[in-house]
């Protein structure tokens, strides 16, 4: 009984090594972004230290220091954010990379996913940030619309976009393809709220430019 029970924890130990050197560990968040815990994941996800081809990026794309901002464009939190992102963005323009991913919290926020949609597709006529920075401004325009298409195609207009191409734009599934492999992206690291930010893999909390700063030439120097 003794053998089979060492046998049995030297597995055990032997499985968790292998897991903890294909993935590594997240850290899982409460709704405030506060830290739960850690726990092991499979090879593949992004925790923050790299770009992925199909991100919205402001900065420098190529940049080796990148915050990931998971948002949703109806969260009350998030607009309140990302005046201070833009400010980052302006900060740190050609030494980090700020990423944008979307993480709509479909049960409180009906509308998050078409404004996601209409971002994306404002974005593939090169206009992604600034239809973002719309949706936040004039969130309280659009968050409780039972149909909230006419509000994205004024705002598309208001851009000068090509509004037949938007339109048709929104029903590009690779723009529900990325929006899902966002979503997927913070469930590996177990997000739980918006917004939420990765900085090279790590969760970091602020209020402030300043709050943000700190960590962001913690990280710089280590470059």
């Known amino acids: 009984m003794k053998t089979f029970i060492s046998v049995i924890l030297i597995v055990s130990a032997g ?15 409460s709704q405030n972004g ?8 499979g090879k593949g996800h992004d925790l ?10 402001e900065g420098n794309p190529n940049a080796t220091v990148v915050l990931i901002e998971y948002s949703d464009f109806q969260c009350p939190e998030c ?17 980090v990379a700020i990423v944008y991913r979307h993480y709509p919290l479909v049960d409180k926020h009906k509308n998050a996913v078409a404004a996601a949609k209409a ?7 090169g206009k992604f940030w600034e239809m973002s920075y719309i949706l936040f401004d004039h969130q309280d325009e ?16 208001s851009l000068g976009l090509n509004l037949d191409t ?16 966002n979503v997927t992206s913070g469930d590996a690291i177990g997000l739980s709220g918006t917004p939420t930010f990765v900085l090279n893999g790590k969760i970091v909390n602020g209020r402030t430019v300043d709050d943000f700063s700190k960590e962001i030439d913690s990280v710089l120097k280590q470059q």
């Open 166 to 181: 938007f339109k048709t734009d929104l029903n590009d599934p690779r723009i529900d393809e990325k929006i899902e492999n």
């Open 15 to 29: 499985i968790l090594i292998f897991m903890l050197a294909k993935g590594g560990t997240t850290i899982t968040t």
């Open 34 to 41: 506060s830290v739960k815990g850690t726990s092991a994941i």
């Open 48 to 57: 923050g230290s790299r770009v992925d081809p199909t991100d919205s990026v």
């Open 142 to 157: 659009w968050k409780d619309l039972g149909d909230s298409s006419k509000a994205f195609g004024d705002y598309a207009q």
């Open 119 to 125: 971002a994306e597709a404002a974005g593939k006529q």
């Open 79 to 95: 607009k309140l954010y990302y005046p201070l992102v833009r400010d980052l963005s302006n900060k740190y323009k050609d030494n």
